[in-house]
T-cell receptor, first 111, second 116 residues
Framework: GEDVEQSLFLSVREGDSSVINCTYT??????LYWYKQEPGAGLQLLTY?????DMKQDQRLTVLLNKKDKHLSLRIADTQTGDSAIYFC???????????FGSGTRLQVQP | DAGVIQSPRHEVTEMGQEVTLRCKPI?????LFWYRQTMMRGLELLIY????????DSGMPEDRFSAKMPNASFSTLKIQPSEPRDSAVYFC??????????????FGSGTRLTVV
């Protein structure tokens, strides 16, 4: 099956940019996703990118996709304390036809 | 829409007891997923349904776990008998299916299960 990898922890200061990285395995993935999980809550879809795109921007969020290296990143500009959460990247598992999630990156924003 | 609704939010049970987790997907979504989240293993897909039919249950840990979807608006995940290693947060998610992949999945708030 697919294996999605992320670093476990990132700490930034409020106002700085955050970059969360992810590597995935299935080059045929049509969409790749970023989800956010706040404490005690379920996962919330933040954004997605279609595989024929290199970049997608949505307000403070920028997603970069490098298909050659199977690398996905999420940049959060002007990071706020409310951005503190766990961020998951996900790709469709073509075998099981369901999303496979990375281990999650815990983002800590220091005031 | 109220989103994906899971109940109960928290469940504490003794080892050996039967546990039933419930999920109401978003109306109109035709795919439903059960995931389990633990510190050690992260998010694991247990089973998913498409149009109320189980499609892939290869993630179900063992025979103690079973899931049903009797209609489009309700699903259950049952553990019988429960064991301490089943302690986790169980999430239900629904989606519009493969023709609408860009919408992703909508997750419920989860059920935190503690088996003592």
């Amino acid at each position: 099956g697919e294996d999605v990898e992320q670093s476990l922890f990132l700490s930034v200061r409020e106002g700085d940019s955050s970059v969360i990285n992810c590597t995935y395995t299935d080059s045929s993935s049509t969409y790749l996703y970023w989800y956010k999980q706040e404490p005690g809550a379920g996962l919330q879809l933040l954004t997605y990118i279609f595989s024929n795109m290199d970049m997608k921007q949505d307000q403070r969020l920028t997603v970069l996709l490098n298909k050659k290296d199977k690398h996905l990143s999420l940049r959060i500009a002007d990071t706020q304390t409310g951005d503190s959460a766990i961020y998951f990247c996900a790709e469709p598992d073509t075998g099981r036809r369901a999303l496979t999630f990375g281990s999650g990156t815990r983002l800590q924003v220091q005031p | 829409d109220a989103g994906v609704i899971q109940s109960p939010r928290h469940e504490v049970t003794e080892m050996g007891q039967e546990v039933t987790l419930r999920c109401k997907p978003i109306s109109g979504h035709n795919s439903l997923f059960w995931y389990r989240q633990t510190m050690m293993r992260g998010l694991e897909l247990l089973i998913y349904f498409n149009n109320n039919v189980p499609i892939d249950d290869s993630g179900m840990p063992e025979d103690r776990f079973s899931a049903k979807m009797p209609n489009a608006s309700f699903s259950t995940l049952k553990i019988q008998p429960s064991e301490p290693r089943d302690s986790a947060v169980y999430f239900c998610a629904s989606s519009l299916g493969r023709r609408n992949l860009h919408y992703g999945y909508t997750f419920g708030s989860g059920t935190r299960l503690t088996v003592v």
